[in-house]
T-cell receptor, first 114, second 109 residues
Framework: SQTIHQWPATLVQPVGSPLSLECTVE??????LYWYRQAAGRGLQLLFY??????ISSEVPQNLSASRPQDRQFILSSKKLLLSDSGFYLC?????????????FGDGTRLSIL | GENVEQHPSTLSVQEGDSAVIKCTYS??????FPWYKQELGKRPQLIID?????GEKKDQRIAVTLNKTAKHFSLHITETQPEDSAVYFC????????FGTGTRLQVTL
């Protein structure tokens, strides 16, 4: 069966520091991959999605970036974090062989910026 | 792009009663409508979904209805239990999901 892993689970970072969050999927090939952010008590905001290695689409202009160096690896990065980057970051995957298909979420990373 | 509106934002029901959450979407090309349940501090989990060629789908106490003409879909939970308390999100999809803003359901004893 397919599983999705995200780490770390929680992260506290100072303003201006860099960020790297990692997501990996097991048990499937060529998944669609997504990064979402959820502010406290709010909905899900799509940040980036990827349909293949090296293919990244950005939904919201900001100081974050995403990369997909391997088929089942998706990385969210920032060179300099802002206070507004605090939130709950969720990675998700969906199958490309079934369209449309449900998205399945990882356990998320809770990011606090001090 | 797609826009999804969800109502109500909060819903309180007594245990055993039914709960209904409604969503509308803007793009008639949307063809997939999942519902997610998110417990506090946890990830959203898919609880039921429906495709545009189906008008209704049921899974035990949970059902979803879709009205393509009116561009709205609803989640129905019958015989609610305390463990149904959570935030529920609807979504609509053509190629990627657009989420509603969520409904906080509280089931009281």
């Amino acid at each position: 069966s397919q599983t999705i892993h995200q780490w770390p689970a929680t992260l506290v970072q100072p303003v201006g520091s860099p960020l790297s969050l990692e997501c990996t999927v097991e048990g499937t090939s060529n998944p669609n991959l997504y990064w979402y952010r959820q502010a406290a008590g709010r909905g899900l905001q799509l940040l980036f999605y990827s349909v293949g290695i090296g293919q990244i689409s950005s939904e919201v202009p900001q100081n974050l970036s995403a990369s997909r160096p391997q088929d089942r690896q998706f990385i969210l990065s920032s060179k300099k974090l802002l206070l507004s980057d605090s939130g709950f970051y969720l990675c998700a995957w969906s199958a490309t062989y079934l369209t449309p298909s449900p998205q399945h979420f990882g356990d998320g990373t809770r990011l606090s910026i001090l | 792009g797609e826009n999804v509106e969800q109502h109500p934002s909060t819903l309180s029901v007594q245990e055993g009663d039914s709960a209904v959450i409604k969503c509308t979407y803007s793009d008639s090309a949307s063809n997939y409508f999942p519902w997610y349940k998110q417990e506090l501090g946890k990830r959203p989990q898919l609880i039921i979904d429906i495709r545009s060629n189906v008008g209704e789908k049921k899974d035990q106490r949970i059902a979803v209805t879709l009205n393509k003409t009116a561009k709205h879909f609803s989640l129905h939970i019958t015989e609610t239990q305390p463990e149904d308390s959570a935030v529920y999100f609807c979504a609509a999809s053509i190629s990627k999901l657009t989420f509603g803003t969520g409904t906080r359901l509280q089931v009281t004893l």
